[in-house]
T-cell receptor
C-alpha cells in the first residue's frame, strides 16, 4: 500500500533562517506531488506541484522554492524565512492528474519567530 | 475564476443526528470534480467523498453523502448519525477538468462539533 511521509512534524525557526521540509511517497511510481500551505483557521493553498523529476510548477510567487530530486521525493525550501511563512505545510500525491483523490501526508507545523 | 465558498465557520450537531455542511462553487469549466475532506485536530487531511460533474447520481460513502445540485452550483455534505469522532474541520474542494495540474481549490472550511 502507498504511504506518504513528511518531516519534521513540527519546526520553530527564527526569521531569516533557511528551511527544508521533506516529503517522500512509498508504494507508487511517478506520482504527481503537491505542496500546500494552510494558515491558521484557513483553507489550503497550493504552493507547488510536480508531475515528474525535476519538473516544478509554482502557483504562488513567494520566497519558497521546491525541488524533486528523486521520483518519490519532494522538498520545500527557503533561503530566508519570513514571519508570514508560518503555517501548516501539507504534501500530497496522486497517481494521475485527473484521478479522484489526492492523498495527504501528516503535515509539518512551522512557526517562524 | 474558480472559487469555493463555505459559509458556515462553525456548526454544532447532537450525537446521532444528521448534519449538512454547505458548499457552493463557481467555475466556467463544464468538467470538474468536487471533494470533501475531513481534518481532525491532528492536522491530517482525510478524503471523504467525490462527485464528478457528469455523475448522474449523488455520491455516497457510508454515512457521508453529497447533495449535488448542479444548477445551483452547490455540493453540500450530509453526515448521517453523527458520532463524537466526526468533530473536526471539513473542507470542500474543487478540481477543474481542464486543469492539467490536478490541483485542488479549497474552501475556508467548516468546524463541526458533535455534542454528546
Amino acid at each position: 500500500s502507498q504511504t506518504i511521509h513528511q518531516w519534521p512534524a513540527t519546526l520553530v525557526q527564527p526569521v531569516g533562517s533557511p528551511l527544508s521540509l521533506e516529503c517522500t511517497v512509498e508504494g507508487t511510481s511517478n506520482p504527481n506531488l503537491y505542496w500546500y500551505r494552510q494558515a491558521a483557521g484557513r483553507g489550503l493553498q497550493l504552493l507547488f506541484y510536480s508531475v515528474g523529476i525535476g519538473q516544478i510548477s509554482s502557483e504562488v510567487p513567494q520566497n519558497l522554492s521546491a525541488s524533486r530530486p528523486q521520483d518519490r521525493q519532494f522538498i520545500l525550501s527557503s533561503k530566508k524565512l519570513l514571519l508570514s511563512d508560518s503555517g501548516f505545510y501539507l504534501c500530497a500525491w496522486s497517481v494521475e492528474l485527473l484521478v479522484k483523490e489526492q492523498y495527504f501526508g501528516p503535515g509539518t507545523r512551522l512557526t517562524v519567530t | 475564476a474558480q472559487k469555493i465558498t463555505q459559509t458556515q465557520p462553525g456548526m454544532f450537531v447532537q450525537e446521532k443526528e444528521a448534519v449538512t455542511l454547505d458548499c457552493t462553487y463557481d467555475t466556467s469549466d463544464p468538467s470538474y470534480g468536487l471533494f470533501w475532506y475531513k481534518q481532525p485536530s491532528s492536522g491530517e487531511m482525510i478524503f471523504l467523498i467525490y462527485q464528478g460533474s457528469y455523475d448522474q447520481q449523488n455520491a455516497t460513502e457510508g454515512r457521508y453523502s453529497l447533495n449535488f445540485q448542479k444548477a445551483r452550483k452547490s455540493a453540500n455534505l450530509v453526515i448521517s448519525a453523527s458520532q463524537l469522532g466526526d468533530s473536526a474541520m471539513y473542507f470542500c474542494a474543487m478540481r477543474e477538468g481542464s486543469s492539467n495540474t490536478g490541483k485542488l481549490i479549497f474552501g475556508q472550511g467548516t468546524t463541526l462539533q458533535v455534542k454528546p
